[in-house]
Structure formats: structure tokens, C-alpha cells
């Protein structure tokens, strides 16, 4: 990223928390005014559903110029060629246009991404010397250099998720490459960790790493299921397909299955981060999920019953527990609204786009109101109910 | 953590933009020292009503035999009065305007109450057959008891389950009389039905804006209602294919997104907007499709479209003036 985007980067975080304590009724008009004359913000962005029509129709775009060339020629060169032709565009639209978060540069980057990678894995295949395992390597090998490449030049950050996946790939090619992830995911994670709360980067860079990191906990906890290990998930992607013996304990495997996801959960309570919360929340519907495949304990109308009653008293005495702390909150967590604006409006957006139906509705302590300092009580953040 | 915030906080309050006060609770969430788990316990809450939802269903499905249908209706019935009563003690009094929700669990002990009357009725009238051949006339009633139960709670999940209830009788009703006459599926009543109900949702919302009765309630039945309207006709387009009936079903989508995206652009409602336009879209690019046979131009048709489209959107982006 140029410097100047960096810049627009970090000024555009204050002025959407400037937003966010506007809805909170934390500041008023005028003073989210004045952040933003004291905070500019040089880049050309579009808001959420007029981002998503001109991805569409720039993918529609794409998707037609891909169409329109394979009438002329299908090799590998014009594949190559169209991907750098996209990437051109992004750059343009990036540097120049100073575009970001527009929709348009996220669809040609994407296929930049895409295109490039195909052509040059597309080259490798007529390559009679490589063997496919070193075909898929390589293949991984490119994805990730162009991934890496994308998330820092443009700062897009679901890059990271992309080069993680590819990053596995890649290791499900060596020998034992269960333990080899388990190993180098947990070095990774622990590295995207203090990447990620680098202030030196900029925050589309730090977003990078949270992607990366999510894919490299998801794909670690993949590893070490136990029915992911007793269906050898993992070796079927390698090339030459599974052989031998699994490479990691049984005993081990259902150990870590039941004790990553309060391990996620608690690093996610220790460190109040919403990222290791909500992928250790997964963990534990995957857990459930994997107990229920090897233990039947009761019907399965009995289970999800009662563990629906028991997650709603769960989330409920939570509630409670938190709100009974002294200034409602325990170690810095709370359940009052905070500034969780952004969070509420992408959930309205897959709920409408999934259902049609709205959130539920604006909670009285999410109103607007004065919110006091000093571990007092909150005021109110929290859903829009508008669209 | 968002150190640039946690920065500009201090500076904000140096400069005299903030107070100490008001800047402290954003300090601390910036730093990392705060957060808000209530989004959270809302997802778990949704999570757990859900699933109880689905072993409920289950439950009916499989123990039918077992347990005895009276026992399951009356469980059934006692559970939901169960949900339905704590609503009603807790509730705050009605009124045609919005209302906060007494509490955190509220709306979904709510919504899991309308869904188990709703399983109950439906279970009553699957093994007792109340209604005989008018069977689907009781997703009509259980719309309208949920209909009530929205206004009443002022809920608009509620309502959205009511509306979709009510376009389920629509679809089963039809499709039971289109099936029926001759032996063959007859998707055209159920089209129709879709898109009177889309017009019906749409005009209903309107009503309630106009009457200033839960006019928030509008939103709702506006987007399910273009959503019905427009699919309805886009479907008109694409099932009659290779028949001439499809040019009007086209044109009557081009014309209805037209007019829906201009609208909704004035408006500033962004999703009717695109909704709108990608109705537009997709019938001006079926005209083209039919017109047009070769592949090569058909790819230039999207790609030039597509681009200028772009180019329009991006041109008017400060008009429509969506928050960025």
C-alpha cells in the first residue's frame, strides 16, 4: 500500500468509531464533523449495497471479457495475460483512481488473483519434467506469493484467509502433514497474533493477518479432529492421495478435539477479542457436531432440544453474570452495548440478503444516551433498524 | 485493538474536540480494555431457539406413534403458552409506535413461541385433519396469528414470519388447484399469486406509513413485497422460454424495476435501489440474449453493459449519498 492509502486507512478507522459513538449518542453531528475534517479521507469509496452492485456488475465484467477471449484463443498465455491486464486495472483503480472499498478494484483484483494463477498453474501442467505432487506444490507455492502479493499492494484483507488455504494445500503435500501443519499453524497463529496488534501496520494489513489467522486456527482444528483423522480429510488432498498410516495419535486427536474450542473461547475472554470468541464458538458447534457422529447419547430431537434450552439459559445467566459485575462488567467484558455498530449492520445485511427479515429490534439501552467514564455504566450502541 | 483510534481519542480530547469524559469508554474499547460481548449472547440466544425449534419438529416427526398425538398437541400447546405468557407479563403496554424491548431475550422467546403455536396448528391440523381439503387454510390463520402476536409485541421478526406464512398459503393453495383440474403442474397461478402478494405486502407497508401505524414495520413488508413482485416476473421471463409470453413478462420486469430503482433512488433505499436495478438488468439482457445468437456477442453485450452500468453508478455515487 502507498503511504498515502495507509493514511486514508487509518483515518477512515476514526471516522467510522466517530460514527460508531454517534449511534451510541456518545457525540453529536457537529463533533463527527469536526473528525472528519481532522481525519480526511482521500479515497473514493462506496457505501455497502452500492459496493456490492458494482462488484456484481464488475464481475459480470469480468466473468464476459474471460467468455469473450475464449472465443479467440484458450492458452494458458491468454489466461496469464488477462489475469496481469486485471491486475493493471486494480492497480489503476487503486493508485490512481484512489479507490477502496469500492467494489469495482475488489472484483478485478479478484480476478487478477484468479487468472493469474490458473495461467501460470496451467504453464506448470504442460511441463512433462514436474511430477504432480510438485505440480500442486508449485501450484500452492503461486497462489500464496499472489495472495501475500494482493492483501499487502492493495490492502484487501480476505487475502489472508486465500493464502492460508493455500498455505495448507501446500503441506498437505509433505510427509505427515498433519503434525507438519499442527506445528506451523500454531507458530503462524502465534506470529498473526502480534501481527496483527502491530500499530506500525496499517489496519487493512492487521485485517490480513486476523484472516490469516482465523484460516490457520479453522484449518488447525480441522487437523486435528478426530473425524477429520479417522477420514483421512487431509491426505485425500495430496496429490498422490492417502497412504500408510495417519501421522497423528488417535488419543491426542480426541483430546485437542474437546479442548480447543474453551481454549479459544478463553483466550478470546482473556484478551477481549471478538475473533478468537466467535472461532471458538465454532469450534465448539463442530465439537458437538463430532460427539454426536461418534456418541449417541439420545435421540437427536432430545439433543438439539435440550441444547438449544441450554444455550438460551446459558446466554442468559451470562447475561446476568456480566451485568451484575461491578460498572456491569467482569475483566473488560460487558453485555451492554458498546460501539458493536458495524458488527450489527453486517449481521442485518446477511440476515436480509439470507431471509429478507431485519434484526431484532433497537434495545432500550442501545437508544442513544449519554454514556459516563470511568467503568460507570454505559449508554447504548448497537443495531440500526434501518436499511 | 485499534491503536489509531486509541490515538486519535487522546488527541481528540488534547485538542478539545472530546471531553474526558465522553472520550474514556471509547479509550478503553480502542485500547483493547473493553468489550461487548451483547452481539454475542443475541447469536446465542437466536442459536438456541433455533435448534429447540428443529428437536421440537423432530420430535413430532419421529414420536408421533410413541408419545400419542393428543400428548404432542397438548406439549406442544403448554410450551407455547409457556413462551407466550412470560411475553405478556413482561411486554410493555401497546401502542402503534415503536417499542423498546423490555429485555435481551424478549423477541426470541417471542419468536420461539409464535413458532411452536405455529408447529402445534400445523401438527393439529396434519393428524386431525380440522380443516379437511381447505388444509392450507391454516397457514392463513396462523398469518394472522402471527400478524397479531407482531403488533402486539411490536416485533418485525414476527412479522416477517407472518408474511412469509401468509405467502406459503398462497403458493400451497394455488399449487393444490393448479395441480389438480389436470393432472399437471401449473406454475403460472402460483406466479401470479406471488406477485399479487408481493403488490399486496408492498401496498400494505405503504398503509402503514400513511397511517403513521407501526410505519417501522414498513420496511419489512416493502422488501419481502418487491422481493415477491420481482421474482414473480423474473420468473414469468425465464420459465416461458421459447414462447412468445416471455417478451411481456421482460418488459413488465424492465418496467417494474425501472420505476422501483428510480423511486427507491429518490427515496435513498439503497437495497430497493439494487434490487431494482438488477431487475432492470437481467430483462434488458434477456431481450438481448434472444435477439442476439452468437455467444461472442452476447460476452460483449455484458462486458460493454456491465462497464457502463459501472461507470453510471460510480458517476451518481455522491447523489444516491449512501454512507460510506
Redesign the interface.
Known sequence: MKPGAVLADRHREVRLAARDWRTAGLVDEATVAEIDRRFPDDRARAGLVLRLLLFVFAFIAGIAAVGLFSFIDRQWSVLLMMGLVFGALTELQTSFLRRCGGGTEEATSLFAVALTSGGLIWALNHSRDMSSLARVEVGALIVIALAVGAAWRWGMPAYGAVACVALFVFVAQLPAPRLVWVIVGAALAAGCEVVRRKAALAPSHRAAAGWFLVGTIALGYCSVNVWGLDGRVIEHLAADGPSGQPDFPRALAILLTAALPPLGIAIGAWRRDRLWLWTGLAMVAATAVTLRHYVHLAPLWVLLTGIGAAVVVIALLLQRWLEAGAGHERRGLTAQPLFEGRLERSAEVIATLATIAPAARTMPAEAPGPMKPGGGSFGGGGASDTF | ?????A??VER?VA?G??S???????L???R??????????????W??????????A??VK??LDRIGPLAIAVALGVAAAGCLAWVARVAPPFSWD?R???N??F??ILLLGATLVGADLAFIEVRFTALGAGWPWHLFFTSLLYAALALRF????VL??ALSTFAAWRGVAMGSLASAPFGRWQPGLVRANAIACGALFVLGGWLLVRLRRKA?FE??AA??GW?LVLGGLGSGMVDWRGHPQWAGWAAALLVTGGVLAWGAARAR???L??MG??GTYAAVSRFVVEAVPD??MR?????VT??A??VL??AS?RR?A???
Request: proline share 6%; glycine share 4%; hydrophobic share 50%.
Open positions: 485493538m485499534q491503536p489509531e483510534v490515538q486519535a481528540l485538542e474536540v472530546l474526558p469524559e465522553s472520550a474514556a469508554v471509547p478503553r474499547s480502542a483493547g480494555e473493553l468489550l461487548s460481548v451483547r452481539f454475542e449472547l443475541r447469536t446465542l440466544l442459536l438456541g431457539v433455533s435448534l429447540a425449534v428443529a428437536g421440537v423432530l420430535l419421529e414420536n415503536e423498546p424491548s423490555p435481551l431475550a423477541d426470541y411490536d416485533s418485525r421478526v416477517s414470519l417501522h420496511p419489512v422488501h419481502m422481493l433505499r439503497f437495497w435501489f439494487a436495478v438488477l455467444g461472442r460476452s460483449l453485450w455484458f462486458l456491465s462497464v452500468l459501472i453508478l460510480v455515487q444516491l449512501e454512507e460510506t
